[in-house]
């Protein structure tokens, strides 16, 4: 499978990505069932955790299982099927053409349409990480990477449409899986209610990802110091095309390109042959639990994490109960307020 970049230019600015780690990193996806990695995917994952080569196999192995295992985000990844065509009308995304100073890709996200009956969770998780897989495979290596969540149009309508078990495993991909180096995370027009909403994700927040959230909820110029306005799109006072012209080059892109299909046809390749061994824990009474072989919280968010994990190993039924319990407890708060 070919790729949108070449191999010798993520070598030509990233010297150490050498052909012995390379070699290494096939040969570990030969022995999980894997079929031949292109190199150049290779090289994204050795550059994203610094050419580490247990970090790197670690992130290889996250990444290949929640592919093979969450097929609410990996599965029917076709940008012309009707439920992506159905999303791209609810959210916007885009690469946004122009790195910040740093060179760092901006990932943009937000709604277009806000309301919550339309909107659906795991949809937009899939197109999301399908606008990352986009624009690796465009750019290659690169020295890191930028989200840019815009809440403009978010209601608190919008939460009784996540799933705790879908914000884990996003959670889960995100810090453990995605082949970036994630720089910056910006939050703009923060809702009123953003309170309620980080006590539903914090759970699932490393450390280390807090440390590079940044939430604003005053004037879009408060992003400036981060993201000069020559990287953003007018609609945030910058010098780039609007998002509805820049979410629809990217949806174009995305239909149009043959590369797609050809990662969705080894992204069901991997899904049916990828070996991937749990490891499993001993939980106080005595059962094994099957966990995540890369979990490594700081110990202030382990116990949460866990909580919430094991809220899942329970059936469906009592899952969904479980869940709707925090939002009903969550709209009562909201009611109190008002």
């Known amino acids: 499978m070919k790729l949108g970049h070449e191999l010798a230019e993520s070598r030509g600015r990233w010297p150490r990505l050498t052909d012995d780690l390379l070699a290494e990193l096939q040969s570990w996806a030969g022995g999980h069932g894997l079929p031949e990695v292109p190199p150049e995917q290779l090289a994204i994952f050795a550059h994203s955790c610094h050419y580490e080569r247990e970090a790197t196999l670690a992130c290889m192995d996250c990444y290949y299982r929640l592919r093979a295992q969450v097929p609410d985000f990996f599965a029917a990844r076709d940008p012309t099927s009707q439920a992506s065509l159905n999303a791209l009308k609810v959210v916007y995304f885009a690469a946004l053409p122009k790195p910040d100073k740093q060179g760092n890709r901006i990932i943009f996200h937000g709604l277009a349409d806000g309301a919550p009956s339309r909107y659906q969770f795991a949809d937009s998780v899939k197109l999301l990480l399908m606008s990352m897989d986009a624009s690796l495979h465009e750019v290659g290596c690169v020295p890191g990477h ?3 969540f815009d809440m403009r149009g978010v209601g608190i309508g919008h939460l ?5 078990a879908g914000i884990k495993r996003f959670f889960e991909y995100i810090q453990d899986a995605m082949p970036v180096r994630l720089k910056a995370i ?12 980080l006590a539903l994700v914090k759970p699932f927040m490393k450390k280390e990802l807090m440390d590079i959230l940044h939430l604003h909820t005053g004037s ?3 992003v ?4 000069p306005p020559e990287c953003l799109p007018k609609d945030f006072g910058g010098e780039l095309d609007d998002i509805e012209t820049l979410h629809q080059s990217w949806r174009i892109c995305a239909i149009t390109s043959k590369k797609r299909s050809a990662c969705s046809d080894a992204l069901k390749t991997t899904r049916k042959n ?3 061994p749990v490891p499993t824990r001993t939980s106080p009474r005595g059962r ?3 966990t995540s072989a890369s979990v490594d919280l700081h110990p202030r968010t382990r116990h949460r994490h866990i909580y919430y994990m094991n809220t899942h190993v329970c059936s469906k039924k009592k899952t969904a109960r479980r869940e709707n319990m925090c939002f009903v407890l969550l709209d009562s708060r909201v009611r109190r307020k008002n």
Do not use: G
Request: net charge positive.
């Open 224 to 227: 400036y110091r981060y993201i």
């Open 220 to 222: 879009v110029s408060e």
């Open 288 to 290: 094994a639990r099957r």
């Open 186 to 197: 910006h939050v703009l027009n923060c809702v009123w209610f953003i309170d309620r909403v």
């Open 160 to 164: 009784t449409r996540l799933s705790l």
């Open 146 to 148: 930028v989200f840019l």
């Open 274 to 276: 990828y070996q991937c």
